[in-house]
């Protein structure tokens, strides 16, 4: 069992800057992969960012690349998403996820979920 805490949602202007934080806990391996994943009101849950664990590649959905940055701290088994330049759309729950031996891109891949944080960009 893999257990994921988030942190480091909350309210923030157009234009303003988060970062989201996703330690992981438990059975932790080399052969599971970390990502994140959010989910607005009325909407399905959808990719945002991945990592493979093993060479550090992130991916990322075409509607947040170049604004979101993921990162991370093997020692901590952290996974971090920097998240800049924010909109009104980007306003969801964002979710960790862990995925293994693949790549967390989409729902049917993640074996586990963190609780989930929100994140509100409003004036």
């Known amino acids: 069992q893999v257990q994921l805490v988030e942190s480091g949602g909350g309210l923030v202007q157009p234009g303003g800057s988060l970062r989201l934080s996703c330690a992981a806990s438990?059975?932790?391996?080399?052969?599971?992969?970390m990502g994140w994943f959010r989910q607005a009101p009325g909407k399905e849950r959808e990719f945002v960012a991945a990592m493979d664990w093993s060479i550090g590649n992130v991916y990322y959905a075409d509607s947040v690349k170049g604004r979101f940055t993921g990162s991370r701290d093997n020692a901590k088994n952290t996974l971090y998403l920097q998240m800049n330049s924010l909109t009104p759309e980007d306003t969801a729950v964002y979710y960790c996820?862990?995925?293994?031996?693949?790549?967390?891109?989409?729902?049917?891949?993640?074996?586990?979920w963190g609780q989930g944080t929100q994140v509100t960009v409003s004036s």
């Open positions: 438990g059975r932790t391996s080399s052969t599971y992969n």
């Open positions: 996820a862990v995925a293994l031996l693949s790549i967390p891109t989409a729902v049917g891949r993640v074996h586990y």
